[in-house]
């Protein structure tokens, strides 16, 4: 449905539709119940820890990522990271205008059941 890049921390992963354990196995999938790429909305994408989404412990406020689906190519900038309670979902709430909302398990080098979500936002640059 799209690939990701961030380009600093040299990320460039898949996003399927379908948040399920093949799709996770390969890359990154969509929330559901979230905004599609090339949406206004809060576009939330979940990848493993021990996978794509490492990457994520190196991202910094500012940097940027984007988003390409086969209509568009989309540039945000990462303005707030945060680490959750699995059962917040606030992260996931719909937003008014384009935002994308990576989302994986924390602590990155836990053994087990991770008992917290990392949380990168982004929004669209104009």
Request: net charge positive.
């Amino acid at each position: 449905m799209a690939v990701l890049r961030i380009p600093r921390v040299d990320l460039e992963v898949p996003v399927y539709a379908a948040l399920d354990e093949r799709n996770l196995n390969r890359g990154a999938a969509l929330v559901k119940g979230t905004a599609p790429p090339d949406s206004s909305g809060n576009t939330a994408i979940a990848a493993h820890r021990d996978g794509y989404f490492r990457a994520l412990k190196n991202v910094a406020l500012g940097d940027v990522l984007t988003v390409q689906t086969l209509s568009r190519l989309r540039k945000y900038r990462v303005t707030a990271i945060e680490i959750v309670k699995p059962e917040n979902v606030s992260p996931l709430r719909a937003t008014a205008f384009p935002t994308v909302t990576l989302v994986t398990c924390y602590p990155f080098y836990f053994v087990g059941s991770a008992p917290r979500r990392y949380i990168v936002r982004a929004v669209a640059m104009k």
